[in-house]
């Protein structure tokens, strides 16, 4: 069965940093993009960043170029974002998702109806 979990979530102060990560289960994302997205309340789920499946490609929102950055540990069936530079319009519920049909970050990665998988989200709220 196809699991991901997200990890990493908490409250930061604005300007502050955190790291998420998105663990795999009952399957090896060596061979899979990966990507992320979050929602904050009220608002449409929105891409943020995509890794494909040898890192030889990574993509960024515009909010978030700069600020945010995606890896992958596939040794540890881990991808991660570090999040760096955190404002209160960064706060929302972070999730990844993957789908097997892609292993590279094509140009409609930030939609997210294209990914089949998903994870239960990690919350991230930016205030003083």
């Known amino acids: 069965q196809v699991q991901l979990v997200e990890s990493g979530g908490g409250l930061v102060q604005p300007g502050g940093s955190l790291r998420l990560s998105c663990t795999a289960s009952?399957?090896?994302?060596?061979?899979?993009?990966i990507a992320w997205f979050r929602q904050a309340p009220g608002k449409e789920r929105e891409g943020v960043s995509c890794?494909?499946?040898?890192?030889?490609?990574?993509d960024y929102a515009d909010s978030v170029k700069g600020r945010f950055t995606i890896s992958r540990d596939n040794a540890k069936n881990t991808v991660y974002l570090q999040m760096s530079s955190l404002n209160p319009e960064d706060t929302a519920l972070y999730y990844c998702?993957?789908?097997?049909?892609?292993?590279?970050?094509?140009?409609?990665?930030?939609?997210?109806?294209?990914?089949?998988?998903w994870g239960q989200g990690t919350q991230v709220t930016v205030s003083a």
């Open positions: 890794i494909s499946k040898s890192a030889g490609r990574t």
């Open positions: 009952g399957f090896t994302l060596d061979y899979y993009a």
């Open positions: 998702a993957t789908d097997p049909r892609w292993d590279r970050c094509g140009d409609s990665w930030i939609y997210p109806p294209n990914f089949r998988s």
